[in-house]
Nanobody, 127 residues
Framework: EVQLVESGGGLVQPGGSLRLSCAAS????????MSWVRQAPGKGLECVSR????????YYADSVKGRFTISRDGAKNTVDLEMISLKPEDTALYYC????????????????????WGQGTQVTVSS
């Protein structure tokens, strides 16, 4: 079965750091873009970062640019999010999500659908 399992969340003071990890299984990992999507209490979903299927391109939301770094390991089927200089507004439930790329000849193209989701890991930034 498809599984995305996040870990690494917790309570941290403002200015602190955390590293989140997502372990993927049950699908062809290298054919999916991987994203970290967060949801603060009472608010909507926000994609904070995305990495393409082979790790050649990344996206960061303006709110986290320069502070968060996404990476993936094809051998381990994992995707990580290194977070530094954390702010209270980073407090949210962080989800790992997978988006299938569509093949056309030798090329693949991204889709905007999140096909699979993890259960989420809580990040709380507070004094």
């Amino acid at each position: 079965e498809v599984q995305l399992v996040e870990s690494g969340g917790g309570l941290v003071q403002p200015g602190g750091s955390l590293r989140l990890s997502c372990a993927a299984s049950g699908f062809t990992f290298d054919t999916y873009d991987m994203s970290w999507v967060r949801q603060a209490p009472g608010k909507g979903l926000e994609c904070v970062s995305r990495i393409n299927s082979i790790g050649a391109g990344t996206y960061y939301a303006d709110s986290v640019k320069g502070r968060f770094t996404i990476s993936r390991d094809g051998a381990k089927n994992t995707v990580d999010l290194e977070m530094i200089s954390l702010k209270p507004e980073d407090t949210a439930l962080y989800y790992c999500a997978a988006s299938k790329r569509i093949r056309s000849g030798i090329y693949t193209y991204p889709t905007w659908e999140y096909n699979y989701w993890g259960q989420g890991t809580q990040v709380t930034v507070s004094s």
